[in-house]
C-alpha cells in the first residue's frame, strides 16, 4: 500500500464536545481498514479526549496540544462553535497541515463544528480530497464529499455551502454505524413483535456534562415503574458525574446498574425494551434495532434530528431535561404494548445500519 492509500481523520472529543464525532469517525475508520485503507486521527488533547481509546484500536493519533492558556478573544467568533477548537483556527491549520504533508493521504476527512471553508483550504494538501461530515449547514465548506445523515436534512440544505463538485450524502441512508447493529437488527425487531416493558436502557451520551443521567434517574423515581425493571445506564469512563451518578443508582427503587464504556451496546439496545436517551448519533442505532425511545434534546444542535424523529413516529421528544419530569405524568400512556410497538417500527424503517459501506463505496468512487 503507498502512501497516498492514507485516510486521515481530524477531529476532536472533550466533556464539552462530547464524545459523538470520535465514535462515528472510528467506525467509518474501521470500515475502511476493512478494505486496505490506513487510517490515522489527528486529535487535539483537550480535556476529555479519547486519543487512548483510538489507539487501543490500533490507529495512529497524531495529538495537537492544549495551550496552557486560551485566551477568548483570541478564537474567532465564527463558526458558531469555534471555541470548541481550543486555539485560534489558524493556528490549528498550521498545525494539522504539518502533520498532512508527510502523510499525503489520499483522504482528509474531518468531522469538526468549529472548522469550515477557510482551515479547510488552507489544510488539504494538493491532490488530497477532502469529505466533511456535518449536521448542522451553517457554514462552508471546500467539500468534495459532504455527508449529513440526519432524518429532515436536504441537499439544497447545503446547496450554497459547497463547490458544485461536491457530492451530497444526506440522511439516515448513510448514517455511520458499526457493523453489529446491522447484524442484529432482525433478531431486535423480532423481539419487538410482542412489546413488555422489562428492561430500561437510559444512555445521555458518554460525557453528559450536564448531568441529565442525574436527572432522568430523578424522574423515574418518581414514575409508576414496573415492579420488575431493571434499569441500565450506560456513560463513558470520563463523564464528569459518573460517580454521582453511581451512588444515585444505589438508592433506586428498581434494580439499577451503571455501565462504564462498554463494547457491547449493540447488545444491551437489543435486550431493552425502551430507552430513554440523548437526540445525537445513538438515535440512529436505536432506530436500526427499533428500540422504542424518550428523547431529551441536550443541545440546541440535536433539536432538528430529535423533532424529525418525532414527527416520523419513531421517538417521544421532550424538549429539555427539565421536560423530564413529565415522566411520571405520562409514563403509563408512553408505555402501553401499542405505543412502543407503533415507536419501534416507525424508528425501524428510518435506517438500515448499512450506512458505512454506502460511505466507502462513495469515497471509493470518487477516489
Not at 489558524?90 to 493521504?105: M, S
Not at 446491522?182 to 423481539?191: F, I, M, T, V
Request: proline letters at 6%; one cysteine or more; hydrophobic letters at 45%.
Amino acid at each position: 500500500m503507498t502512501d497516498r492509500e492514507a485516510i486521515v481523520f481530524r477531529t476532536d472529543a472533550s466533556v464539552q464536545i462530547g464524545t459523538g464525532h470520535v465514535m462515528r469517525c472510528l467506525t467509518l475508520a474501521d470500515a475502511l481498514r476493512d478494505q486496505g485503507r490506513e487510517c490515522h486521527f489527528i486529535c487535539r488533547e483537550h480535556p476529555g479526549h479519547l486519543v487512548e481509546s483510538i489507539r487501543s484500536r490500533d490507529f495512529p493519533v497524531h495529538v495537537l496540544p492544549v495551550p496552557d492558556e486560551t485566551r477568548e478573544q483570541d478564537v474567532t467568533l465564527e463558526p458558531a462553535h469555534a471555541m470548541w477548537l481550543g486555539v485560534p483556527w489558524g493556528i490549528d491549520a498550521e498545525q494539522t497541515a504539518n502533520i498532512l504533508r508527510r502523510l499525503h493521504p489520499r483522504w482528509v476527512v474531518v468531522d469538526h463544528y468549529a472548522l469550515d471553508a477557510r482551515w479547510e483550504a488552507l489544510v488539504v494538501p494538493q491532490g488530497s480530497r477532502l469529505m466533511v461530515l456535518d449536521d448542522l449547514a451553517d457554514r462552508s465548506h471546500e467539500a468534495d464529499v459532504l455527508l449529513d445523515q440526519n432524518l429532515g436534512r436536504q441537499a439544497d440544505d447545503y446547496a450554497a455551502l459547497v463547490p458544485e463538485r461536491c457530492r451530497p450524502l444526506i440522511g439516515p441512508r448513510y448514517a455511520l454505524l458499526r457493523p453489529e447493529f446491522a447484524r442484529l437488527r432482525e433478531e431486535s425487531l423480532q423481539r419487538r413483535q410482542s412489546p413488555r416493558l422489562e428492561r430500561l436502557l437510559v444512555s445521555m451520551g458518554g460525557m453528559d456534562k450536564d448531568n441529565a443521567t442525574g436527572k432522568v434517574l430523578d424522574a423515574l423515581r418518581a414514575a409508576p415503574l414496573p415492579p420488575d425493571l431493571q434499569i441500565d445506564v450506560v456513560m463513558g469512563g470520563n463523564a464528569p458525574w459518573l460517580r454521582q451518578v453511581r451512588d444515585q443508582a444505589t438508592a433506586m427503587q428498581r434494580p439499577t446498574r451503571v455501565m462504564v464504556d462498554i463494547p457491547d451496546i449493540a447488545q444491551r439496545m437489543v435486550e431493552a425494551d425502551l430507552a430513554i436517551g440523548a437526540a445525537g448519533s445513538t438515535s440512529w442505532e436505536r432506530c436500526c434495532l427499533g428500540l422504542p425511545a424518550v428523547m431529551v434534546v441536550l443541545a440546541e444542535n440535536q433539536r432538528r434530528i430529535a423533532a424529525a424523529l418525532a414527527a416520523a413516529g419513531a421517538c417521544i421528544c421532550l424538549d429539555d431535561a427539565g421536560a423530564l419530569m413529565e415522566l411520571s405524568e405520562r409514563w403509563s400512556a408512553w408505555t402501553q404494548p401499542g405505543t412502543l410497538r407503533a415507536m419501534s417500527r416507525a424508528s425501524a424503517s428510518i435506517t438500515d445500519g448499512e450506512g458505512a459501506g454506502r460511505v466507502c463505496q462513495q469515497l471509493n468512487q470518487e477516489a
